[in-house]
């Protein structure tokens, strides 16, 4: 979590370079941040609550309800990251990024 050469810094940064090019204009990032705590999922942007993971009609694991923030630059993620991180209990947490098309 270095905020100049950390991992998440790092790879946000390159992701976010190849979001300015012309040819992913039609992409978003959006990032989400949940906690695995005693077996049981916690959303920690968004005031922890209770998630459930579900299989969806593709065989894919969807964590129900979990909250998503758009990001558009790297001071904007770590500034969700540092939200998210104050949430935290002690256990393993996991940060989802993607980026999709807004079409």
């Known amino acids: 979590m270095d905020e100049h050469e950390g ?40 005031e922890r609550k209770k998630l459930f993971a579900r299989e969806d009609g593709n065989q894919n694991v969807v964590i129900s309800g979990l909250t998503e923030f758009e990001v558009r630059d790297v001071g904007t993620l770590m500034g969700i990251f540092e939200q998210g991180s104050l949430a935290r209990s002690t256990g393993k947490s996991q940060v989802d990024c993607c980026v999709r098309s807004v079409d």
């Open 7 to 46: 991992l998440y810094v790092l790879a946000a940064n390159d992701i976010f370079a190849l979001l300015d090019a012309p040819e992913h204009a039609k992409l978003t990032a959006f990032v989400s941040f949940y906690e695995i705590y005693q077996g049981a999922l916690f959303d920690l942007l968004g």
